[in-house]
């Protein structure tokens, strides 16, 4: 993508810095700062922050590579898109695992409490080996491109099928891109032009070198990348002349391909950064008279520079004190007099507060299946919540090259997949500047488009944040016609314990809104209408996961050389699955309100503790004192007790059986009371959402199942996957004398996993495994963040090896 198509960028709150005397080696007048006047961009940008606001998801997934029988495990951090601050807004996010198709092989919702969460996806056998993307989002970021989602690739291999042929080795393809610095490249104007060299085989950046050639075959200059095949050159480019790019490749030929179109009239900007506390953006035009032009520079919806100044012979410089800026990417853009936004630039400051983990173990190597200690500390002045995994390296996978200072900071702001975005963030790349700024220069991206944004009122979003809970979507249409019903009263309900009951009203579109708190697990849902008053209807619950993708991975290589890491993988799973699977599939019990939606009733009858019956309307007329059975016609009624004002309801009061509505009275005196465990009554009237009913009978049967009881036929029974329940990591231990010469053989690639670390200041958090009987060199990986938004990110190798720890 060339830079003059890149969106421009995004806004916040309002700071001017001063503009400066122009050098006068170049010849520049002086620009002059109008702070006082807000620019309309400024306003607009307001106005779009406002209404948009940005949440950031990023996952710490265990291990880069899996065999199929595996657990793939992820904690979720959220936070504020602009201040990078745990973001306590939605309370759920949906992650997917997309196939090579960009398809969902598997999908999960997983609860979220203070901006954190935790999950994992079981891994079956049908999955094909190759490369898959985690990606991740809430319902409120569907409202905004899936370039957003949290993206991450893994590889996965089924080691129980045939491994996939690898193709035979093909001439590399190589992509080459330009991108000319402020976004056009003007006549008579030097400027700088970033380049990318991508190989299209791996998708990585390739090395090459190569030469700028004008029209008649002459060289204009030569250029090589500095790093992962990212460089920049410099020159003027002459009116009415074309060049072309000749690229040198490793098996003697040669790419060419021509430059971006060479304009006559328009804008550019160069940005220098040689000072230790200002950056100078000098802004040209050519073609143009001279105008007033207005730069603004905008962080992460945060608006750190804004200034006006007058082209004086078509040039001006603007002076910007890096302290005014904030840490990661600002985008300083242009504007002419005419309000447009007419040339871009990228630059990046490195953060200035960071969490500094310290990872300690006593000792580098270990004996097998012994005890390893972790001592995790913070340099902060705040509360860290952090996440650890412990794998195995080996062919298969190494380091991992991304964290979450590198996605935060770089990936999320960024356009495009960034090659080692963690080497930015480490000693030798925070020194690396040019490698940092060509970044700037190649990586374009925005949260929204200047044509979006100018003089528009914020667009109404499509989909709402789950503050409190899962919201779930549905349609009502008319069943002859297919026609929306609208102003239709629907009823959801989920047969089991606890008992949960929701209801909502169509709109004029039939869509309903259910909001489903603290539902966990694989349940049956229940939509119907009251069939006693309304017509058939088609009923539909919808899908809360999103149907736009971005561009699919690369596939996965896995040569020859690989074969003996992939059979110890399927050992590994093998022996997991044989000696320890009864002790993986333990879940913690979500700390959930289990009583009845309604409370607890002023009437509860345990029916056990009384004389049996046969037929329900003995029961009832017995002693189920909160409510008189009658009958009008030929159908039975009930009517209850208004205790509080000690008269009597005229109508139905609503009756559930195991949460169910049952609107026919008829059919729950037909249903077999020896199934029915507890009956309570809500002897007053009761308030539900918007709306009232005159008292509430529920009937509970033993298992929670319904019992048999026949639903009406036109309602919609529709298994429904709720929130993840929360699975305990399981590991052995090794204490005893008995565990260690246990003979159970213990293979696992992945030593640990512990998703919720929680580090004081000034305080050593210690995390303790055991290390299992499989020899090697073992990651452990700390990352995590504090309640200001510092992230802060670990690595530490141990080596196991050795016999088998002594017995204690």
């Given at each position: 993508?060339?830079?003059?198509?890149?969106?421009?960028?995004?806004?916040?709150?309002r700071?001017?810095?001063?503009?400066?005397l122009?050098?006068?080696a170049?010849?520049i007048?002086t620009?002059?700062a109008q702070?006082?006047?807000?620019?309309?961009?400024?306003s607009n940008?307001q106005k779009h922050?406002?209404?948009?606001?940005?949440?950031?998801l990023?996952l710490?997934?265990?291990?880069?590579?899996?065999a199929?029988?595996d657990e793939?495990?992820?904690?979720?951090?959220?936070v504020?898109?602009?201040?990078?601050?745990?973001?306590d807004?939605?309370?759920?996010t949906?992650?997917?695992l997309?196939d090579?198709?960009?398809?969902?092989?598997l999908?999960a919702k997983?609860?979220m409490?203070?901006?954190v969460?935790?999950?994992?996806?079981?891994l079956?056998?049908?999955l094909?080996?190759?490369?898959?993307?985690v990606?991740?989002y809430?319902?409120?970021?569907k409202?905004?491109?899936p370039?957003f989602?949290?993206?991450q690739q893994?590889?996965?291999?089924n080691?129980?099928?045939q491994?996939?042929?690898?193709?035979?080795?093909k001439?590399?393809?190589?992509t080459?891109?330009f991108f000319?610095?402020?976004g056009n490249?003007?006549?008579g104007?030097k400027?700088?032009?970033a380049?990318?060299?991508?190989?299209?085989?791996?998708g990585?950046?390739?090395m090459?070198?190569?030469?700028?050639?004008?029209?008649d075959g002459?060289k204009?200059?030569?250029f090589?990348?500095h790093r992962f095949?990212?460089?920049?050159?410099?020159?003027?480019p002459e009116i009415?002349k074309?060049?072309?790019?000749?690229?040198?490749l490793?098996?003697?030929g040669?790419?060419?391909?021509?430059l971006?179109?060479?304009?006559?009239r328009?804008?550019?900007?160069q940005?220098?950064?040689t000072t230790?506390?200002?950056?100078?953006i000098?802004v040209q035009s050519?073609?143009?008279a001279?105008e007033?032009?207005?730069?603004?520079g905008h962080?992460r919806?945060?608006?750190?520079?804004?200034?006006?100044?007058?082209?004086?012979?078509?040039?001006?410089?603007?002076?910007?004190s890096?302290?005014d800026l904030?840490?990661?990417?600002?985008?300083?853009?242009?504007f002419?007099?005419a309000?447009?936004?007419?040339s871009?630039?990228?630059y990046?400051?490195?953060?200035?507060r960071?969490?500094a983990?310290?990872?300690?173990?006593?000792?580098?190597?270990y004996?097998l299946?012994e005890r390893v200690?972790v001592?995790?500390?913070?340099?902060s002045?705040?509360l860290a919540n952090?996440?650890?995994?412990?794998?195995?390296?080996?062919?298969?996978q190494?380091?991992?090259?991304?964290?979450?200072?590198s996605?935060?900071?770089?990936?999320s702001?960024?356009?495009?997949?960034?090659?080692?975005p963690?080497?930015?963030f480490?000693?030798?790349g925070?020194t690396?500047?040019?490698?940092?700024?060509n970044?700037m220069l190649t990586?374009?991206w925005?949260?929204f488009?200047?044509?979006d944004?100018?003089?528009?009122?914020?667009?109404?979003p499509?989909y709402?944040?789950?503050n409190?809970g899962?919201l779930?979507?549905?349609?009502?249409?008319?069943?002859?016609?297919g026609q929306p019903?609208?102003?239709?009263?629907?009823?959801?309900?989920?047969?089991?314990?606890?008992?949960?009951?929701?209801?909502?009203?169509?709109d004029a579109a039939?869509?309903?809104?259910?909001?489903l708190k603290?539902?966990?697990g694989?349940?049956?849902?229940?939509l119907?209408?009251d069939?006693?008053?309304?017509s058939?209807?088609?009923?539909?619950l919808?899908s809360?996961?999103?149907?736009?993708?971005?561009a699919a991975?690369?596939?996965?290589?896995?040569?020859?050389?690989?074969?003996?890491?992939?059979?110890?993988r399927?050992?590994?799973?093998?022996?997991?699955h044989?000696?320890?699977g009864a002790?993986?599939?333990?879940?913690?019990?979500p700390g959930?309100?289990?009583?009845?939606f309604y409370?607890q009733?002023l009437?509860?009858?345990?029916?056990?503790?009384?004389?049996?019956?046969k037929v329900?309307?003995e029961v009832?007329?017995?002693y189920v004192q909160?409510v008189q059975v009658r009958?009008?016609?030929?159908s039975?009624?009930?009517?209850?007790?208004?205790?509080?004002?000690?008269?009597?309801?005229?109508q139905?009061?609503?009756?559930?059986?195991d949460?169910?509505p049952v609107f026919n009275i008829d059919k729950?005196?037909?249903?077999d009371?020896?199934?029915?465990?507890?009956?309570?009554?809500?002897?007053?009237?009761?308030?539900?959402g918007?709306?009232?009913?005159?008292g509430?009978?529920?009937?509970q049967?033993y298992?929670?199942?319904?019992?048999?009881?026949?639903?009406d036929?036109?309602?919609?029974m529709?298994?429904?996957?709720?929130?993840q329940?929360?699975?305990e990591?399981?590991?052995p231990?090794?204490?005893?004398?008995?565990?260690?010469s246990?003979?159970?053989a213990d293979?696992r690639?992945?030593?640990?996993?512990?998703?919720?670390?929680q580090?004081e200041?000034?305080?050593a958090?210690?995390?303790s495994?055991?290390?299992?009987d499989?020899?090697?060199?073992?990651?452990?990986?700390v990352?995590?963040i504090t309640?200001?938004?510092?992230?802060?990110?670990q690595?530490?190798?141990?080596?196991?090896n050795?016999?088998v720890?002594q017995?204690?």
């Amino acid at each position: 993508m060339n830079s003059s198509q890149h969106n421009l960028s995004r806004s916040g709150r309002r700071r001017y810095t001063l503009c400066t005397l122009l050098f006068l080696a170049l010849g520049i007048a002086t620009v002059n700062a109008q702070s006082g006047q807000q620019h309309e961009a400024l306003s607009n940008l307001q106005k779009h922050r406002q209404a948009a606001l940005q949440e950031k998801l990023y996952l710490h997934i265990d291990r880069p590579v899996y065999a199929c029988g595996d657990e793939l495990w992820f904690k979720v951090y959220n936070v504020d898109g602009s201040l990078h601050r745990p973001l306590d807004m939605s309370k759920v996010t949906y992650v997917e695992l997309l196939d090579a198709d960009q398809k969902p092989a598997l999908q999960a919702k997983v609860a979220m409490k203070d901006g954190v969460g935790n999950g994992y996806f079981q891994l079956p056998t049908t999955l094909q080996t190759g490369n898959y993307t985690v990606r991740a989002y809430t319902s409120w970021m569907k409202n905004f491109d899936p370039a957003f989602y949290f993206q991450q690739q893994v590889s996965i291999i089924n080691t129980f099928e045939q491994l996939p042929k690898q193709e035979a080795l093909k001439a590399k393809a190589y992509t080459l891109q330009f991108f000319p610095e402020g976004g056009n490249l003007l006549a008579g104007i030097k400027g700088n032009v970033a380049f990318k060299i991508t190989d299209g085989k791996s998708g990585k950046g390739a090395m090459l070198a190569g030469e700028v050639l004008d029209q008649d075959g002459n060289k204009v200059v030569d250029f090589a990348p500095h790093r992962f095949g990212i460089g920049r050159f410099a020159f003027t480019p002459e009116i009415g002349k074309r060049y072309t790019v000749k690229l040198q490749l490793p098996d003697g030929g040669t790419l060419e391909q021509a430059l971006p179109q060479i304009h006559e009239r328009g804008y550019t900007l160069q940005l220098t950064d040689t000072t230790a506390d200002y950056v100078h953006i000098a802004v040209q035009s050519a073609g143009k008279a001279d105008e007033q032009v207005y730069l603004m520079g905008h962080t992460r919806q945060q608006v750190v520079s804004s200034e006006k100044a007058l082209l004086q012979n078509g040039k001006c410089v603007f002076r910007v004190s890096k302290a005014d800026l904030a840490d990661g990417i600002t985008h300083f853009t242009v504007f002419n007099t005419a309000g447009q936004p007419v040339s871009e630039r990228l630059y990046f400051k490195h953060p200035t507060r960071e969490l500094a983990l310290k990872v300690a173990v006593p000792q580098q190597q270990y004996n097998l299946r012994e005890r390893v200690q972790v001592d995790l500390q913070s340099a902060s002045e705040a509360l860290a919540n952090a996440s650890m995994a412990v794998y195995k390296l080996d062919s298969l996978q190494m380091a991992p090259q991304a964290h979450i200072a590198s996605y935060l900071w770089l990936e999320s702001d960024l356009k495009g997949a960034i090659e080692n975005p963690a080497y930015y963030f480490s000693n030798a790349g925070k020194t690396d500047l040019q490698a940092l700024d060509n970044l700037m220069l190649t990586h374009g991206w925005s949260r929204f488009t200047w044509d979006d944004v100018l003089g528009k009122e914020p667009a109404t979003p499509s989909y709402l944040p789950e503050n409190h809970g899962h919201l779930l979507f549905g349609k009502l249409t008319h069943k002859a016609s297919g026609q929306p019903a609208p102003g239709i009263m629907t009823y959801l309900a989920s047969p089991g314990k606890p008992i949960r009951f929701y209801n909502a009203q169509s709109d004029a579109a039939g869509r309903l809104l259910f909001e489903l708190k603290d539902f966990y697990g694989n349940k049956d849902l229940v939509l119907q209408t009251d069939f006693t008053k309304d017509s058939t209807y088609h009923f539909e619950l919808l899908s809360p996961f999103s149907t736009r993708f971005t561009a699919a991975h690369a596939p996965l290589q896995l040569p020859e050389s690989r074969v003996g890491d992939i059979t110890e993988r399927h050992l590994q799973v093998q022996l997991e699955h044989a000696y320890y699977g009864a002790y993986r599939n333990r879940f913690h019990t979500p700390g959930i309100d289990s009583s009845a939606f309604y409370g607890q009733p002023l009437e509860s009858y345990q029916l056990d503790d009384y004389k049996r019956f046969k037929v329900m309307e003995e029961v009832m007329r017995e002693y189920v004192q909160g409510v008189q059975v009658r009958t009008r016609g030929r159908s039975f009624h009930f009517m209850v007790m208004n205790r509080p004002y000690k008269s009597i309801f005229r109508q139905n009061p609503m009756v559930l059986l195991d949460g169910v509505p049952v609107f026919n009275i008829d059919k729950i005196m037909a249903f077999d009371p020896l199934k029915v465990k507890q009956l309570d009554v809500v002897a007053s009237r009761f308030f539900h959402g918007p709306l009232t009913y005159e008292g509430l009978v529920s009937y509970q049967t033993y298992s929670g199942d319904l019992a048999g009881f026949n639903l009406d036929a036109r309602a919609l029974m529709q298994a429904y996957e709720g929130l993840q329940q929360q699975r305990e990591f399981y590991a052995p231990a090794y204490d005893t004398p008995e565990q260690k010469s246990s003979r159970l053989a213990d293979f696992r690639n992945l030593l640990h996993w512990a998703p919720n670390i929680q580090i004081e200041p000034g305080k050593a958090e210690q995390v303790s495994f055991y290390t299992s009987d499989q020899p090697g060199t073992y990651l452990v990986v700390v990352q995590g963040i504090t309640a200001s938004g510092e992230t802060g990110y670990q690595l530490q190798q141990i080596k196991v090896n050795g016999p088998v720890a002594q017995k204690q």
